[in-house]
């Protein structure tokens, strides 16, 4: 039975990704490797607790040394590569976080495996002629869109922030490897996630809760910032997909097909909550602007049709029927805290 390496896994995608990936791929085991930082929580896994074919490690992956370990003592035959710091406000305030983590620790992780994996530049070793290396990455890295367009593969670079530039220059490192050495990699870049097990500080889950909280509702700027929303197993969906059966040394974009503003999402929302949790006034009344914050681009949009054409993937769920799940889960999640 071969392991393969999961960064990241107590993260927003990587919890949602790791008992799916599992629940696929039978013969497989899983090593989970997280710092938990404030964005990673193993309650997010609970499911998982005594699941005989996942492992946790408690790490940094800027930590060599204890990479080697883990790729050494587990036999690691592939990686799914979440781990990442990815909070843009974050990143405005504390760029070195991103810097380390998003940049050094894809190296890190990348050196590792080629050394682990490979005798010399496009010759594998024997036993790991099949070893993958698949690199989670976002649609920040293509900077911002006007009114019209989509993202493609083809997309030139141009990141924004700190975050978006730390994933770019990453998204670089790992195609540098195929090129150079022949290394087995894929590259996925998603629009923006949503669903279940989100962290509390993202746009959805802070409008729900403050929402339910009577607290106000804060909307940066003028709320026309526009996101592609895609809900995360779809994403689930669509990275299993790309390990299994993408070509070496592509990019895929995953992309919901769910245009929206910030405006639009806490209208939706606060209408969802008006049905399923009436109170005296409208969640709408809560809704308060505030003041931008620097840098933020306008719209982000994901041509999918790569992925879709080439590999058979497709969005199951729309933006009305994911935001009802997604819901549903955080005011379970709110009134059992």
């Given at each position: 039975?071969?392991?393969?390496?999961?960064?990241?896994?107590?993260?927003?995608?990587?919890?949602?990704?790791?008992?799916?990936?599992?629940?696929?791929?039978?013969?497989?085991?899983?090593?989970?490797?997280?710092?938990?930082?404030?964005?990673?929580?193993?309650?997010?896994?609970?499911?998982?607790?005594?699941?005989?074919?996942?492992?946790?490690?408690?790490?940094?992956?800027?930590?060599?040394?204890?990479?080697?370990?883990?790729?050494?003592?587990?036999?690691?035959?592939?990686?799914?590569?979440?781990?990442?710091?990815?909070?843009?406000?974050?990143?405005?305030?504390?760029?070195?976080?991103?810097?380390?983590?998003?940049?050094?620790?894809?190296?890190?992780?990348?050196?590792?495996?080629?050394?682990?994996?490979?005798?010399?530049?496009?010759?594998?070793?024997?036993?790991?002629?099949?070893?993958?290396?698949?690199?989670?990455?976002?649609?920040?890295?293509?900077?911002?869109?006007?009114?019209?367009?989509?993202?493609?593969?083809?997309?030139?670079?141009?990141?924004?922030?700190?975050?978006?530039?730390?994933?770019?220059?990453?998204?670089?490192?790992?195609?540098?490897?195929?090129?150079?050495y022949g290394m087995n990699v894929v590259t996925t870049n998603c629009?923006?996630?949503?669903?279940?097990?989100?962290?509390?500080?993202?746009?959805?889950?802070?409008?729900?809760?403050?929402?339910?909280?009577?607290?106000?509702?804060?909307?940066?700027?003028?709320?026309?910032?526009?996101?592609?929303?895609?809900?995360?197993?779809?994403?689930?969906?669509?990275?299993?997909?790309?390990?299994?059966?993408?070509?070496?040394?592509?990019?895929?974009?995953?992309?919901?097909?769910?245009?929206?503003?910030?405006?639009?999402?806490?209208?939706?929302?606060?209408?969802?909550?008006?049905?399923?949790?009436?109170?005296?006034?409208?969640?709408?009344?809560?809704?308060?602007?505030?003041?931008?914050?620097?840098?933020?681009?306008?719209?982000?949009?994901?041509?999918?049709?790569?992925?879709?054409?080439?590999?058979?993937?497709?969005?199951?769920?729309?933006?009305?029927?994911?935001?009802?799940?997604?819901?549903?889960?955080?005011?379970?999640?709110?009134?059992?805290?």
């Open positions: 039975m071969k392991t393969i390496l999961i960064t990241g896994g107590a993260g927003f995608i990587g919890a949602n990704f790791i008992p799916y990936f599992l629940d696929k791929n039978e013969k497989v085991k899983v090593v989970n490797l997280d710092a938990l930082t404030y964005a990673g929580d193993l309650e997010n896994l609970k499911e998982l607790n005594s699941h005989s074919r996942c492992i946790f490690e408690k790490g940094n992956i800027c930590d060599r040394n204890f990479i080697e370990n883990v790729f050494s003592k587990y036999t690691i035959s592939g990686v799914i590569h979440f781990a990442a710091e990815s909070h843009v406000d974050n990143s405005i305030k504390n760029p070195d976080a991103f810097i380390q983590t998003n940049i050094n620790g894809t190296f890190n992780l990348l050196d590792v495996a080629k050394k682990f994996w490979m005798d010399a530049p496009n010759l594998y070793k024997k036993e790991y002629d099949n070893a993958r290396f698949h690199h989670i990455s976002t649609d920040e890295v293509f900077g911002t869109l006007e009114a019209t367009g989509l993202f493609t593969e083809e997309t030139t670079y141009a990141p924004n922030s700190p975050y978006s530039a730390s994933k770019a220059a990453s998204d670089f490192i790992v195609r540098s490897y195929f090129h150079t629009s923006n996630n949503y669903g279940p097990k989100q962290h509390n500080e993202k746009l959805i889950p802070t409008i729900i809760r403050k929402a339910i909280s009577g607290e106000s509702i804060p909307i940066y700027g003028d709320g026309k910032n526009i996101r592609d929303w895609l809900y995360v197993l779809d994403h689930c969906k669509g990275i299993e997909l790309t390990y299994q059966k993408g070509n070496s040394g592509e990019t895929y974009n995953i992309g919901g097909k769910n245009e929206r503003n910030n405006l639009q999402i806490a209208h939706k929302i606060c209408d969802i909550l008006d049905l399923i949790s009436p109170k005296a006034t409208s969640y709408k009344e809560q809704i308060t602007f505030v003041k931008d914050r620097p840098g933020h681009d306008f719209r982000y949009a994901i041509d999918a049709s790569k992925i879709e054409n080439e590999l058979g993937w497709i969005a199951e769920e729309n933006f009305e029927t994911g935001i009802k799940k997604t819901i549903e889960w955080y005011l379970n999640k709110y009134n059992t805290q």
